[in-house]
T-cell receptor, first 110, second 115 residues
Framework: GQSLEQPSEVTAVEGAIVQINCTYQ??????LSWYQQHDGGAPTFLSY????GLEETGRFSSFLSRSDSYGYLLLQELQMKDSASYFC???????????FGAGTTVTVRA | DVKVTQSSRYLVKRTGEKVFLECVQD?????MFWYRQDPGLGLRLIYF???????EKGDIPEGYSVSREKKERFSLILESASTNQTSMYLC??????????????FGSGTRLTVV
C-alpha cells in the first residue's frame, strides 16, 4: 500500500475549526478522498480532490497540494455529531482501489 | 437507497474453521473490495474484483480467498480461521467510471472474533 500519514487524535470544542492533515509519500496518484466513520458504523464518503485547491461541501472542506505532498480536511463549526474517525485515501489512474491512511479520531467536547 | 449489505454483523468462530463472509450490493457496481480494519492500522485491502469471476490480491491476501460468481455478490473466505484474523471486515463497492469524484460505498462491517 501507499504511505499516508495522519494525526491519530484531535480534540476540539463545539463551534471550533479542526484541520486534519494527510501527508503522503507517494506521487502520481489520481485523487485524494476523505471518509468519515462513526463508532461502529460504515465509512462514508465525504469529499474528493482530483485537482489542487479547495473543495467545499457545507461545513467540510478538503484541500490538496501536490507540490507540497499533502492534503487536509477542514471541519468548521464543529458539532457533537462530528465526533468520528476520518480517513484520507488515494487512488491511481485506471486503478479503482483505494489506499487508506490509519485515520484520525476527532472528539468534540461541549 | 443504495446499499451494500454484509450478511452478518457479528461472528464468533473457532480456530481452524472455514469462514464465509458475504457481501451483496444493489447498485450494479462493477468493482467490489474486501478490507479489514484494525485499531491504528486503518483499512487494509485484502482482495478486490473488477468483474465477475475476476479477483486480484490486495496488500494482505494471505489466509484469505474470494469468490465472485455474480456481479452483485463478493464473498470472502477464511480457509482456516486463526486468532490473528480477529478483526472488523468491511466490504465496499464502486462504479468503474473515469474521472472525479470517485468513491466507495461501504457495508456496515462484520466483526469477526476467532477463538
Amino acid at each position: 500500500g501507499q504511505s499516508l500519514e495522519q494525526p491519530s487524535e484531535v480534540t476540539a470544542v463545539e463551534g471550533a475549526i479542526v484541520q486534519i492533515n494527510c501527508t503522503y509519500q507517494t506521487s502520481g496518484f489520481y485523487g485524494l478522498s476523505w471518509y468519515q466513520q462513526h463508532d461502529g458504523g460504515a465509512p462514508t464518503f465525504l469529499s474528493y480532490n482530483a485537482l489542487d485547491g479547495l473543495e467545499e461541501t457545507g461545513r467540510f472542506s478538503s484541500f490538496l497540494s501536490r507540490s507540497d505532498s499533502y492534503g487536509y480536511l477542514l471541519l468548521q463549526e464543529l458539532q457533537m455529531k462530528d465526533s468520528a474517525s476520518y480517513f484520507c485515501a488515494v487512488n491511481f489512474l485506471d486503478d479503482y482501489k483505494l489506499s487508506f491512511g490509519a485515520g484520525t479520531t476527532v472528539t468534540v467536547r461541549a | 437507497d443504495v446499499k451494500v449489505t454484509q450478511s452478518s454483523r457479528y461472528l464468533v468462530k473457532r480456530t481452524g474453521e472455514k469462514v464465509f463472509l458475504e457481501c451483496v450490493q444493489d447498485m450494479d457496481h462493477e468493482n467490489m473490495f474486501w478490507y479489514r480494519q484494525d485499531p491504528g492500522l486503518g483499512l487494509r485491502l485484502i482482495y478486490f474484483s473488477y468483474d465477475v469471476k475476476m479477483k486480484e490480491k490486495g496488500d494482505i491476501p494471505e489466509g484469505y480467498s474470494v469468490s465472485r460468481e455474480k456481479k452483485e455478490r463478493f464473498s470472502l473466505i477464511l480457509e482456516s480461521a486463526s486468532t490473528n484474523q480477529t478483526s472488523m471486515y468491511l466490504c465496499a463497492s464502486s462504479r468503474a467510471s473515469p474521472g472525479a469524484p470517485y468513491g466507495y460505498t461501504f457495508g456496515s462491517g462484520t466483526r469477526l472474533t476467532v477463538v
